[in-house]
């Protein structure tokens, strides 16, 4: 199993530039989300899905869209990049929501860059 | 919604204990775990408690005590490789139906010899 992967490690941007991080699990996992990571901030989470289909917001959706048509894929999508999107974002998946099975597994990260 | 808080950081002798404390609040409490990432890595799962008491994995316990809105991680004979940012998360109720898992914002700690 490869696990969570990210696409792609790396991204610089321009202000108001779009993009879309990939992330993809091959673990069957139902929940999906996504988090930014901020120094001294911790993780706050962004978007998650229960299954495919299902989406909604986290503490900070702003400027952010998710989808998730299947059960491996939940790809998010920059509409306009600002430079207060600058972060660490990471991917993680579980096999359901609650409980020891609520065990997040995080992809390596994409480190994005506003400029 | 949920908050954490937990120390920003923390130093300790190799070899020795170190605790890290997490308090809580939140509504419809639903576990609380622990993580931990490296510099520049992406965290990853320790410990989970579900009910009150101590969970014990190797070197490392987590405690919990619900009607204290109180946890730990205790890690034992610390080694060199253990100087990371811990993380401990709460699933709890946000409202309109959903259960949000959230974070505080981490423990470095920092092991010296």
């Known amino acids: 199993n490869a696990g969570v992967t990210q696409t792609p490690k790396f991204q610089v941007l321009k202000t108001g530039q779009s993009m879309t991080l990939q992330c993809a699990q091959d673990m069957n996992h139902e929940y999906m989300s996504w988090y930014r990571q901020d120094p001294g901030m911790g993780l706050r989470l962004i978007h998650y899905s229960v299954g495919a289909g299902i989406t909604d917001q986290g503490e900070v959706p702003n400027g952010y869209n998710v989808s998730r048509s299947t059960t491996e894929d939940f790809p998010l999508r920059l509409l306009s990049a600002a430079p207060s999107q600058t972060s660490v974002y990471f991917c993680?998946?579980?096999?359901?929501?609650?409980?020891?099975?609520?065990?997040?597994?995080f992809g390596p990260g994409t480190r994005l860059t506003v400029l | 919604g949920q908050s954490l808080e937990q120390p920003s950081e923390v130093t300790a002798v190799e070899g020795a204990i170190v605790q890290i404390n997490c308090t809580y609040q939140?509504?419809?409490?639903?576990?609380l775990s622990w993580y931990q990432q490296h510099d520049g890595g992406a965290p990853t799962f320790l410990s989970y408690?579900?009910?009150?008491g101590l969970e014990e994995t190797g070197r490392f316990s987590s405690f919990l005590s619900r009607s204290d809105s109180y946890g730990y991680l205790l890690l034992q004979e610390l080694q060199m490789k253990d100087s990371a940012s811990y993380f401990c998360a709460v699933r709890g109720y946000s409202g309109a139906g959903s259960y949000q898992l959230t974070f505080g914002k981490g423990t470095k700690l920092s092991v010296i010899p």
């Open positions: 993680a998946s579980s096999y359901r929501s609650g409980g020891r099975s609520d065990t997040q597994y």
């Open positions: 939140t509504s419809g409490f639903y576990g």
């Open positions: 408690n579900g009910l009150d």
